[in-house]
């Protein structure tokens, strides 16, 4: 049986979240400007999302950009920016025909106006579509996350709409970015890097996690059928023991 068939015929996971790392370095081995590896994993990146939607998974979460990385060179920065240009330029005739909706999570005070618009252009525009929900977490930092959600759950609190005892799991959840989404099945680091870094850290409380040493650029969907073969073999107990069957 192909590996493509082995994974279609077990659970496939509801959502998958990437942490799209090495574009850089995938650019440095090749002698190519950082610029170059990023254009790369843009592309390889609605080719992941068109993957992921073939295969019948229901969302996707990518770290495309942190609160971290305004920190990189500017010539970096302002390419990373133009990210939500690419959706609506290059991506939205196969997203349209693959039935993509796209969201995107994070702050949003220090876009540019032009990219604020844009953002909530495409966001409108393919909001009643119902295949895979592309979640891009661009400018994203999962500390800034927690606490802008503990900071809405407080002001409910403050103003008499909640009762202290009304703070429970389920209401945090319903403050976090991802709240539309479905629980976080599996998380995927590429570029052999084994950490979080800042990442959906309260969604991936019983997620499953899988490292690749592949750079993101060159992530390819075999690469991605081995992570969820990976996934699919895995016991996952959800704090509970497996009982055996006598």
Known sequence: MSLE?????????????????G???WANKRGLPRTIGHRQGAENLKNTAISCSKLGIKALSVYAFSTENWNRPKDEVDYLMALPREFEE??????KEY???VIFSGRRDRFSSENLALIQKIEEKTKDRNGL?????????????IITAMKDISELYKTGKIELNDINVELVENHLYTKDLPP???????????????????????SEFYFTKKYWPEFSEKE????IDNFQNRNRR?????????
């Open 5 to 21: 068939k082995r994974v279609m015929s077990k659970n496939i996971p509801n959502h998958i979240a990437i942490i799209l790392d």
């Open 23 to 25: 574009n850089g370095r």
């Open 90 to 95: 290059t991506y939205k005739g196969n997203f």
């Open 99 to 101: 039935d993509i909706r």
């Open 133 to 145: 929900i592309l979640n891009v977490c661009f400018d994203y930092g999962s500390h800034t996350e």
């Open 184 to 206: 976080l099945d599996l998380l995927i680091r590429t570029s052999g890097e084994q950490r979080i870094s800042n990442f959906l850290l309260w969604q991936i409380a019983y």
């Open 224 to 227: 991605l059928l081995k992570a």
């Open 238 to 246: 959800f704090g509970r023991i497996k009982v055996s069957k006598s």
